[in-house]
């Protein structure tokens, strides 16, 4: 189990889309039920919606969101195990958890991906009071929540993934503690916490505690006072003076690294419907070649020239890098991060393999896993290069019999005449084969 909050900017809230969102569809296909709590219409779904609207009105001193939107992934074989009460019961543990016990919110359970899951959207503006109430550490209180409902249903148990950041930070507290204490100014902190992969960075009126390499919407960051009540943004400014960034030259000795997440749920679904392999698919089965490019190449062009060969491309996307396919076979040009090659892009090279503490200047040589590998700065590809094993349509599965490889290869001949999947095409050819041949 696996729970998650939706942030959303305050412009963009609006209870009623989001309320016809959860509960859209007809029961038995996405949508496996829909309910209501702490509303005065009781189970009258589309006036809880109005009701709640009306509720947030009232507040006019607040300019943040007033919604709560909270997601809950289960487990398939997990799925099957609960009651509709279940997931009722489930719902009243988190809002007691999120102090939203007594607040109005519209619930519902989506069975249209791979992972079933749990909307609920909290109004986050007591019906009574109209305070408004935004729970303190939330993703604490949400992953002590997942791992007391896993014990209690016998559920299987989840690593968390927005939480991770946060238990990381919370390993290395002392660390962290230090390094603010011993800093005399804003690049002595930035050198004593970059040896634990942490830089602190502005984010609207604060300061924020983030992970060197990855971008602060994807959550790798908590707030600082968050860690500290004595570490605001006014106090840092008084002892340092005006807010520097990092210059970037600091020493990496340990990397936060999240744990590894669930399968795309979007390339399994690709997979799933034609049968065919999908783009992600094709990058993972690549990590090798991909490794070992970087090893030998000594500049980026030589880098570039090597990925090539499989048709595959780097290049920027906001604050990092994609691997994409230079082929193009599908529909639009496909791209996955370069992070899920198990490696990344730093300031002056690629770091082979995310380094574990210590690993970082322990005698082994570039090139090897943990070391980085120099390759100056990232240069864009020149283009022109040879490619000689690109991405390409191929079932997932491997083709076995005669009949499926003949089948395949009027496919391949005839799929733009035809508005269907290698799933279904193969089906009628195995079909035609039985009907008019006796096979």
């Known amino acids: 189990m696996i729970s998650k909050r939706i942030h959303c900017e305050p412009q963009n809230d609006n209870i009623k889309r989001l309320g016809v969102y959860i509960g859209a569809g007809h029961e038995g296909e996405k949508l496996f039920a829909k309910w209501t709590a702490g509303c005065y219409a009781g189970q009258d779904y589309d006036l809880a919606i109005d009701e709640i609207k009306a509720t947030q009105a009232m507040n006019t001193r607040t ?14 074989e997990d799925f099957k195990k609960l009651l509709l009460e279940d997931f009722k019961n489930i719902e009243k543990e988190f809002a007691s958890a999120l102090g939203f016990e007594d607040h109005q919110r519209l619930c519902g359970i989506h069975i249209n991906t791979d992972h079933p899951h749990m909307h609920v959207a909290y109004n986050m503006i007591h019906k009574g009071k109209y305070t408004r109430h935004d729970p303190f550490y939330d993703y604490y209180k949400r992953d002590k929540t997942c ?6 249903y016998k559920l299987k148990v989840d690593v968390g993934v927005e939480q991770q950041f946060s238990e990381y930070v919370k390993q290395r ?4 503690k230090h ?8 690049q002595s902190l930035h050198k004593e916490l970059a040896v634990y992969g942490l830089t602190v960075q502005m984010r609207g009126n604060g300061c924020i505690l983030a992970a060197i390499g990855h971008k602060q919407k994807d959550g790798h960051h908590i707030k600082l006072s968050d860690f500290d009540k004595n570490l605001s943004k006014k106090k840092l400014q008084d002892r340092f003076g005006s807010y520097e960034k990092s210059t970037g030259d600091c020493e990496v000795k340990e990397f936060f690294q999240r744990e590894p997440k669930r399968e795309n749920a979007k390339a399994k679904d690709f997979e799933t419907k034609t049968g065919l392999k999908s783009f992600e698919t094709f990058v993972l089965e690549s990590k090798e070649f991909i490794a070992q ?11 570039h020239r090597e990925l090539a060969k499989i048709g595959l491309e780097v290049r920027p996307r906001g604050a990092g890098y994609v691997l994409t396919d230079i082929g193009c076979k599908t529909k ?3 791209s996955i991060p370069f992070s899920k090659t198990g490696m990344r892009i730093a300031k002056n090279g690629i770091i082979l393999e995310r380094p574990k503490k210590g690993d970082m200047n322990n005698g082994r040589d570039i090139g090897q896993p943990g070391n980085l590998k120099i390759l100056g700065k990232i240069e864009p590809s020149q283009g ?3 490619i000689e094993k690109p991405y390409r349509f191929e079932p997932v599965k491997k083709l076995k019999s005669a009949k499926e490889r003949e089948a395949w290869k009027i496919y391949i001949r005839e799929q733009k005449q035809h508005n269907y999947n290698w799933i279904k095409f193969n089906k009628n050819f195995q ?9």
């Open 173 to 176: 507290q002392s660390d962290v």
């Open 63 to 76: 300019k943040k969101e007033k919604t709560y939107h909270m997601v809950v992934s289960f487990h398939p």
């Open 179 to 186: 390094a603010f204490d011993n800093a005399r100014d804003w």
């Open 332 to 334: 639009k040009n496909s």
């Open 431 to 439: 079909r035609f084969y039985d009907e008019d041949y006796g096979m």
């Open 147 to 152: 791992r007391l409902l896993e014990e209690r």
């Open 293 to 303: 490019a970087a090893i030998k190449s000594d500049t980026w062009q030589d880098f």
């Open 384 to 386: 022109g290069y040879t």
